[in-house]
Antibody, heavy 118, light 108 residues
Framework: QVQLVQSGAEVKKPGASVKVSCKVSGYTLTELSMHWVRQAPGKGLEWMGGFDPEDGETIYAQKFQGRVTMTEDTSTDTAYMELSSLRSEDTAVYYC???????????WGQGTLVTVSS | SYELTQPPSVSVSPGQTARITCSGDALPKQYAYWYQQKPGQAPVLVIYKDSERPSGIPERFSGSSSGTTVTLTISGVQAEDEADYYCQSADSSGTYGVFGGGTKLTVL
């Protein structure tokens, strides 16, 4: 059974960056493909990007390209999502989830609230 | 960019059947997935590959596909099924993920 435990809530000022972590247990990170999904308050789910095992590359949604970086530390089985140049519209709960865009997302972290406010 | 379209809301009485649709041009080529999300909780996968049910998901949840539309059906709706439901798929290239806008299911 995969368990994903995310880092705690963050408050950031506009223009800053945030880095959210997602610790994997039950499996090793190398056995999984990790993706990130966000949800603004009262809004729907939005796919941000994730690892494509067919290409061996991380794919980012066009909306976030240039502003998001997803990395992994296989020594600690922890995935990271860093979003830069934050603006108020980035206020959202950010989820990590395992799976693939063409196979669905079967395990989810508990979510991390990122608030962007001056 | 590619979009999936869902109705914003569906309402049914307990014991009735709820049907939630999701439309997208690439759905004949790409599988669809359905997630249930209750307030303050992470989404839960309830249907994968259009019509398969993960272990632990009640049999009253089913999925179907026809052309550019997929449908989540909940038979014998219970009060605990009240939640937001999201479809998810990939674009025609299979590279980029996309979610529908979500459907709020209200059990009257």
């Amino acid at each position: 059974q995969v368990q994903l435990v995310q880092s705690g809530a963050e408050v950031k000022k506009p223009g800053a960056s945030v880095k959210v972590s997602c610790k994997v247990s039950g499996y090793t990170l190398t056995e999984l493909s990790m993706h990130w999904v966000r949800q603004a308050p009262g809004k729907g789910l939005e796919w941000m990007g994730g690892f494509d095992p067919e290409d061996g590359e991380t794919i980012y949604a066009q909306k976030f390209q240039g502003r998001v970086t997803m990395t992994e530390d296989t020594s600690t089985d922890t995935a990271y999502m860093e979003l830069s140049s934050l603006r108020s519209e980035d206020t959202a709960v950010y989820y990590c989830a395992t799976g693939e865009v063409g196979s669905g997302f079967d395990y989810w972290g508990q979510g991390t609230l990122v608030t962007v406010s001056s | 960019s590619y979009e999936l379209t869902q109705p914003p809301s569906v309402s049914v009485s307990p014991g009735q059947t709820a049907r939630i649709t999701c439309s997208g041009d690439a759905l004949p080529k790409q599988y669809a997935y359905w997630y249930q999300q209750k307030p303050g909780q992470a989404p839960v996968l309830v249907i994968y590959k259009d019509s398969e049910r993960p272990s632990g998901i009640p049999e009253r949840f089913s999925g179907s596909s026809s052309g550019t539309t997929v449908t989540l059906t909940i038979s014998g709706v219970q009060a605990e099924d009240e939640a937001d439901y999201y479809c998810q798929s990939a674009d025609s290239s299979g590279t980029y993920g996309v979610f529908g806008g979500g459907t709020k299911l209200t059990v009257l």
